[in-house]
């Protein structure tokens, strides 16, 4: 099973991870607004991801830990 987290108070909304992610499931939480005034980033299909780590990578601010669990 794969376990995606996001420290969404750091995310600036950039959306590099969505761009490079493969399957298309992430997006902006229009819900949230974190401490920095950005919608942060979060994974609308969890079942979908293959844990390819390619956001994880992408993101210049370390918001995205992947772990197998
Ligand atoms: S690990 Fe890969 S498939 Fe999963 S959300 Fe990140 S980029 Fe998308
Ligand atoms: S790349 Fe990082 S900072 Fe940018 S939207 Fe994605 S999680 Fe947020």
Redesign the pocket.
């Known amino acids: 099973m794969i376990r995606?987290t996001f420290d969404t108070e750091r995310c600036k909304a950039c959306e590099l991870?969505a761009a490079?992610?493969?399957?298309h499931?992430?997006a902006l939480n229009a819900d949230l607004v974190n401490l920095k005034g950005y919608h942060p980033m979060g994974?609308i299909d969890m079942a979908s991801?293959?844990?390819?780590?390619?956001?994880?990578k992408m993101c210049p601010d370390s918001v995205?830990t992947?772990e197998k669990i």
Do not use: M, Q, R
């Open positions: 995606l991870c490079v992610c493969p399957k499931i992430l994974c991801c293959i844990a390819c780590a390619s956001c994880a995205i992947i």
